[in-house]
Structures are given as C-alpha cells and as structure tokens.
C-alpha cells in the first residue's frame, strides 16, 4: 500500500466572495511538504485573497483551507507558530531599530536562543552591520532582508511570499532568490510565492499555479506549461493566459 | 521551540511581554512622544488649578470645596489619557502597517487586549506622576491624601477607559484608519454626561437617567462627596464597579465580534482608509 504524505497546504473548493465580488470562485490545490510554489496573476486575479485565507487572515465565503492539518482561520493557533509571511506590502515599526524588531517577533514566535537567531539571521542576510539602526531609515533592499528576516525567525515550516522582490533592484532581488532557494532546500520548507515576476518564478518555482477573475486557468510545472503553450518563457505563457488565447490555442489543437 | 498552546483564549505571559516590549521600545525612541504624555495633562492642571483658585477668592462654597476642580480634572485625565493610551498604541500598529504581522503570529488578540492594558497603565503613569506632583507644588492639592477612596476612583475610571479602549480596536480594526477620529474623540461624547465638574442634579431629570447608567459619573459624585462633605460613598464606588464589568465584558465581545467580521471582509489585510 502506497503510504500518503498529507499536503502541508491543502485548498478545497475554495471561495471568498466580497458583497457582489467572487475574489476566489472554487479554487483547489494541495502543496506537498517542501515543495515551491508559484501563485501567478495579474492585478485582481485572486492571489492576495489565497494568500490571505491560507494565514487565516481572511474568512472564506466556503470552501476550506488546511494548513499542516489544521484548517483556517477556526484552528488557526495550532500552526501559526510554524508559518511566516513576507510582503513588501506590510511593514515594520519604522523607529524600532532591527534587532528590537526581530527580538519583539522572536518572544511572540517563542524562539529559543534568540539572541543567537538573530545573529545567525544577520549574518545569512547581511544585516550585521544594521541591527542597531531604525528599521525606517534603510534602504528598500535592507528593508527587504529584514522582512525577510523576520520571517524566517521561527523557521517556519510554511512560508507564504507576497511578491518578495518587488521594487528591489536586479542585484538585490536576485541575492533575495538566492537566499530563499537555499532556505527552502536546507529546512524543507513549503514555499507558496506570489508573484508578477515571471522571471522570478520561473527560477525558483517547481510548480505554477496561474489564477485569473478568481478561478485556476492553469496549474502544473514550468517546463510543462511552456511546451503546452509552445512558448519560451512563463512570461508569454502569463500573456497567453491572461488575454485568453490559451484557451483559443488549446480550441485550436 | 517551544511548543505554543492551542486555545485562542489561553495567555501567555512571554507574548503580552513581547508587545509592552515593542511599546516601551517605541517610547524610548522619541523624547516627543515622552513629553507630550504630561504636556496636555499639565496645561489642563493649570488652566483648572488656576480658575480654582481664583473662584475660591470669590466665593465661600468653592473655598471650602478645596482642590475639586483639580481632582476633577485629574480624574478626568485618568479616564481620557487611559483610554487613549490603549488606543494610541493600537493605531502605532496600524500607522507603521504593522497589523498584518501581528495578526498572522501566534499573538492571541485577548494578549494584543492585555499588552495595550498595560500599557494604557504606563502611558498614564508617565504623564499623570509629575501632573499630581504640579499640582501638590502649585496648587498645594494632594491627590494622594485621598487614601483607599483614590484606588477605588482610579479602578473605576481605568476600566471604563479600557471597555472603550476595547470597542475602538475593534472599529478600527473593522473599519480602518477612517474610524481614526474615533479614538480622540469617543470619551468627549461622555464628558457632559460624567458630570466631571458639576453634579448630576443640575442635569435634566431625563438626562440624570442616562448619566447613571456611566460609571464614571459614580466616580465623580463620590469624589465630590469626598472632598465637599468628607463622606466616603462605597455604595457609589460599588455600583460603578459592577456596570465597570458588564461594559468591559461587553466591550471584549464586540471587540471580538469586529475582529470576526474583519476576517469576514478583509479588513485586516487593507487597514488603511
């Protein structure tokens, strides 16, 4: 008998409807332990609002999301010490210098030997030299490594990423990438990134998931989607998706 | 690590430590922030001290109600600064965009509730000592001679800013920084209706109706009591007490309630206007 891993994400007919607004119209999906994910889509696509039920931050209108067994929001307390999120979206006390920051989420995450979390933290992402500044006055780039930071602080077995590298410079966005790949292969994380940088998916991602107008219009590997499609690059693959000539082309053959 | 409790409704002491931690951080930061706790506390000790003592040159009655002007605006700073402590340090969540971490960490929203409690409690100890001992230098008026009368006053007063405290998180959290004005400006709505300069009997007979129903006025009238014709009233200070806990139980459900209709529609993730 085969032995079955269960998902550390798993979506199921999921819904949100905002008054008239289906926001996420039947989604399901299910992430295997470890695994990375990319959530594609263009602006209104759904992706934030997955994201958001998947931390139990949002209620779904239906539907339910498991995250390592527990289901959201309702048994939110039994896993939430196990995930983290990243957005550039969200931020952190500007006059707080970085290491208070992560010392405060570092008690709320109960992480032991803080102080040597942090350290380690600030070497791996090159805060070192930051740690006693405010937080408010680094650069976009540093920023983003000290929200990066704080998300890792408790090692999370789950790690949801709101377009982690957006308005980071090429350089610092791909040093961002590369810390996260190393991240993910070195705990077994289970990584649900969402994104609009195509590029950036295409390299980190061993599956896509692209959602448009609430639905899933496609869900498999890159490789996949870009012989599916015929085309060189998920950016294309993106286009074709979302002005609808996927389904045309698929009609065709 | 550690393993976290389940229960939404378990506390832990080392995450309601982490958040008066954040805060405190915050105050250390900004000599500003730290000054203006006893500024508007201060201008008002002497706005009132000095128009005390200036109707007590003038008139029997007022020289022998001694210092019940000052108590009154003390006390009435013991409930608005409490209040706005609480709910000043909610909104630094909301002004540094900060609300999304929380809410997504294993913080309880009952330890969020306990942390601004506390931290309502050292906002007010900050800005009311150095007020209480203006007033002893200047207007001679010890606040602290009222004894155990002053710790029953206090309990009142402190609940109450905190049942309201409550319910403007929860609006806030419902329905963005557009309910900002809310925080400044809820307890005014109260101050014609606590009678905290003047006793309830001047008030219509309709209106005295609704002035008892707030705790605060009992704490008022017993002051008044106190200082104008030395009785302690422990009836009032009772009564007070028990409406203290209805509203700040109800407070916690609606509270509560808000946050759930939050998830509902998605206001924590937006908590802007």
């Known amino acids: ?253 | 690590m550690r393993a976290p409790s389940i229960s939404a409704v378990t506390l832990a002491p080392h995450r309601i430590a982490a958040m008066v931690r954040r805060y405190v951080y915050l105050l250390r930061s900004s000599w500003t922030r730290l000054l203006e706790l006893i500024y508007w506390p201060a201008v008002q000790l002497f706005v009132w001290g000095f128009l005390q003592l200036y109707i007590a040159q003038n008139s029997g009655f007022f020289a022998r109600a001694s210092g019940v002007f000052i108590a009154a605006v003390l006390m009435w700073d013991v409930l608005f600064r409490g209040q706005l402590g609480f709910s000043v340090s909610f909104l630094e969540e909301m002004w540094s965009r900060n609300l999304t971490n929380l809410m997504i960490s294993p913080l309880r929203p009952i330890e969020f509730v306990c942390a601004l409690m506390i931290m309502s409690l050292i906002r007010l100890a900050i800005g009311m000592l150095p007020v209480t001992f203006l007033a002893m230098a200047f207007f001679g008026f010890n606040v602290y001679s009222l004894g155990l009368a002053l710790a029953a006053f206090f309990l009142n007063l402190i609940l109450t800013s905190w049942a309201v405290g409550i319910v403007v998180a929860g609006v806030l959290l419902r329905n963005g920084m557009g309910a900002e004005s809310l925080a400044w400006t809820l307890m005014f709505v109260l101050m014609p209706l606590t009678c905290v300069y003047y006793p309830v009997s001047v008030l219509p007979d309709w209106l005295q109706v609704l002035a008892w129903t707030l705790p605060p006025t009992y704490v008022f009238e017993g002051m008044r009591a106190l200082l104008m014709e030395h009785v302690i009233r422990a009836d009032l200070m009772l009564e007070a007490f028990v409406l203290n806990a209805l509203y700040f139980g109800a407070g916690v459900l609606v509270f509560l309630q808000l946050l759930k209709s939050a998830r509902r529609v998605g206001s924590l993730l937006q908590t802007g206007e």
């Open chain 1, 1 to 253: 008998m085969l032995k079955t891993v269960e998902p550390a994400i798993a979506v199921d007919q999921l819904v949100k409807v905002y008054k008239t607004t289906r926001a996420v119209d039947g989604i399901s999906f299910a992430l295997e332990p470890g695994s990375i994910t990319g959530l594609l889509g263009g602006n209104g696509a759904g992706k934030t609002t997955t994201l958001a039920m998947v931390m139990g931050l949002i209620m779904p209108t239906s539907g339910t999301v498991k995250v390592l067994g527990a289901e959201m929001p309702r048994q939110r307390y039994q896993v939430l010490h196990e995930m983290n999120f990243e957005s550039p979206y969200v931020d952190m006390p500007h006059r707080l210098t970085v290491r208070q920051n992560l010392k405060v989420f570092g008690l709320l995450y109960a992480v032991e030997d803080l102080g040597g979390r942090i350290a380690a933290l600030a070497r791996e992402l090159d805060l070192s030299e930051f740690l006693d500044r405010p937080t408010g006055k680094l650069s976009a780039g540093q920023k983003t490594r000290v929200a990066l930071a704080k998300a890792l602080i408790n090692s999370p077995r789950v790690l949801l990423l709101d377009e982690p590298t957006a308005s980071l410079d090429p350089d610092t966005a791909d040093w961002v990438r590369g810390h996260l790949e190393r991240f993910r292969k070195e705990r077994g994380t289970t990584v649900l990134l969402a994104s609009h940088n195509m590029a950036e998916v295409e390299r980190l991602c061993e599956r896509v998931i692209i959602m448009k107008r609430g639905h899933i219009e496609d869900d498999d590997t890159p490789q996949r989607l870009l012989v599916r499609y015929g085309r060189e690059t998920l950016e294309e693959v993106f286009l074709d998706v979302a002005r609808g000539r996927g389904e045309a082309r698929e009609a065709a053959q």
